[in-house]
């Protein structure tokens, strides 16, 4: 038998499995992980993530694997998880599923010595409060909230399975979890005791994410909507701990605007004045333009169903944007 054949005979326990992926973070950084771990979003987020110096955090309730959200249904509101893709190729389904269809999106990108900094400097988060200011929803900064006493504080890589177990939590009559993870496949023995309490597991057709998780679990007995985690001051003093930025695949680089920039000098220029601050020790940051060669506006290309569906739900469009459409038809 071939050593490829027998690694997939190998059967793994829950705890040795789960051992594997608590990083050691006094390592050096290069034994933590070969690459960096960029988060997909949005390019005004990114502004916000900067100018704020902080990252707004939701729970697993509103997250896109629904198979992940009724495995913890009893925890799901409790359950804080900040996402980053661990990998050296761009995703381009990342781009559009968090950046937005346009392909216009950005991530912001933490070398793994910045990672580890960054997960180490996490002692405290701040409850966001909503509140309603002019019909709109809006979050204010509340109670800070301790590590260790408030929240608790688990870090590691997604585990990707094609096991699953039903709604009601029980598992499948399997005698054994097919596992992969940080790309490589494993057999757990027990897989009651993996899925139990484990909040890094996705179904494996999301492997392409490669995803690393910090969680935060809630301890206070009480709801949190969302939660804010501040970026350390040291990375706006300290030498090496500079943040990538890498602008999405229909950025342009050609053509300018009104402003006489083209869209990603205009875009690099806003995202730099957001990362300075007026004493001087602005964020250190460097932006470079995605490597994809992708044309896949999904906008422009599903213009007809978007008119569609914006017509069949108005309540869909900005109030003052109902208003200029009803003025246009007015014209007509």
Request: hydrophobic residues 30%.
């Amino acid at each position: 038998m071939a050593d490829k054949d027998k690694r997939k005979e190998e059967i793994i326990s829950s705890a040795e499995l789960k051992a594997k992926n608590e990083p050691v973070l006094d390592q050096r950084a290069e034994d933590f992980s070969r690459y960096t771990f960029w988060q997909y979003t949005r390019t005004d987020s990114i502004k916000y993530i900067l100018g704020g110096g902080c990252f707004w955090v939701n729970s697993i309730s509103g997250m896109n694997d629904v198979y992940e959200s009724r495995l913890h249904e009893d925890r799901k509101a409790d359950i804080f998880v900040q996402s980053f893709c661990n990998s050296d190729t761009e995703k381009i389904p990342m781009s559009y599923l968090y950046g937005g269809i346009t392909g216009k999106g950005a991530s912001i990108g933490f070398t793994p010595d910045v990672m580890r900094s960054y997960i180490r400097s996490i002692r405290y988060v701040t409850e966001l409060t909503e509140k309603t200011d002019g019909g709109r929803t809006v979050f204010e900064p509340g109670e800070r909230l301790e590590i260790g006493k408030d929240f608790e504080l688990r870090t590691g890589w997604v585990f990707y399975t094609k096991y699953r177990r039903d709604e009601s939590g029980n598992a499948d009559r399997k005698t054994y979890a097919r596992v992969c993870h940080r790309n490589t496949f494993y057999n757990v023995e027990d897989p009651d005791a993996f899925f139990t309490d484990n909040y890094f597991i996705k179904d494996y057709p999301w492997e392409y994410e490669k995803e690393f998780r910090i969680v935060l679990i809630n301890l206070t007995g009480r709801e949190i909507k969302k939660i804010r985690i501040d970026l350390p001051e040291e990375f706006r003093t300290k030498k090496n701990r500079k943040i990538k930025v890498r602008l999405g695949p229909e950025i342009s680089c050609e053509g300018e605007s009104i402003s006489g920039e083209t869209d990603y000098e205009r875009c690099r220029r806003e995202i730099l004045e957001k990362a300075e601050r007026k004493d001087g020790e602005s964020y250190q940051v460097s932006v470079q333009k995605s490597g994809l060669g992708v044309h896949m506006d999904l906008l422009s290309r599903n213009q007809e169903d978007l008119n569609t569906y914006i017509g069949q739900h108005p309540e869909y469009l900005y109030e003052k944007t109902r208003e200029k459409a009803a003025d246009s038809l007015k014209k007509i």
